[in-house]
C-alpha cells in the first residue's frame, strides 16, 4: 500500500512539482494539498495522512507551529521539513515541534523521495548540510541558545504565549485553564509542546529559559510550585 501524502506549502508551483516527481512513484499517494498551517490541520484532519511534507514559511501560522499542532491532533502523521531555511535554529526548533526530518528546497529529486520513503517508515532523514549545521552548532556551543532565543520567539503561537504568562505567573493547569476558558488537559498540552520547543525538562526551567529568551517579563515571575506543576 503506498503511503499517503499530503503537501502543504503557499506555492502552488511547488505542490504541482512534487506531485511530478511522485506521480510515477508507487510508494506514495498524494490525498491532499494545504497553502497554509492552518489549512494544513484541516487537510491532515480530514485525510489522516501516514506523511506530511511541510513548508516553514508559511502566511499565518507558520509551518513549526503547523508541525506542534499536527503532532498533538494527528500524532500519526510524521512531518518531513521541506525549507530554503538551514540555520540551526530553525532546524532544531522543527524537531522539537516534532518533524522527523529536514530537507532543503534545492535538494535534487532524488533526496526528496529518499527523505519522504525514511521518515513515512518511522526513521528521521537529515540532509547532509542539515546535518553539518548541527554538528557546527553542536561543536562551537550555540545551537541550544538559538534555538532558545529565536525558536522561542518564532514558534509559540499567540495561546501558547498565554498559557506561557499565566504559567510564569505561578498558575495552575486549572487556573489557567478557566481563565482561557479551555479544558485542563489542552492546557497541559500546552506545556508540553512549549518545553518541547523550548527545550526544558520541567515547567521551572521553561519559565526560566522563556525568561532567558526574553518571552516574558522576568520581573515578578515566579517558578511554578510542584503541586501548581501536576495540577
Known sequence: MPFNVVLVDDHQVLRDAIKEILVHNPDFQVVGEAGSGTEAGEVCGRTDPDLVVMDIGLPGMNGIEATAELARHCPR????????????????AAVRAGARGFVL???????????MRTVARGSTYFGAQVSDRLLSGVQVGKLRAHAHSRAGHETLSPREQQVLRLTAEGKSNKEVATLLHLEVHTVRSYRKTMMAKLGASNVA??????????????????PATRSETSS
Not at 502523521?77 to 532544531?92: C, F, K, N
Not at 526551567?205 to 522576568?218: F, K, N, R
Open 205 to 222: 526551567e521553561l519559565i526560566q529559559v522563556a525568561s532567558a529568551a526574553g518571552l516574558i517579563d522576568p520581573i515578578g515571575s515566579k
Open 77 to 92: 502523521a510524521r512531518v518531513l521539513i521541506l525549507s530554503m531555511y538551514d540555520d540551526e535554529a530553525s532546524v532544531m
Open 105 to 115: 528546497k534545492k535538494a535534487c529529486a532524488t533526496e526528496l523521495v529518499d527523505a
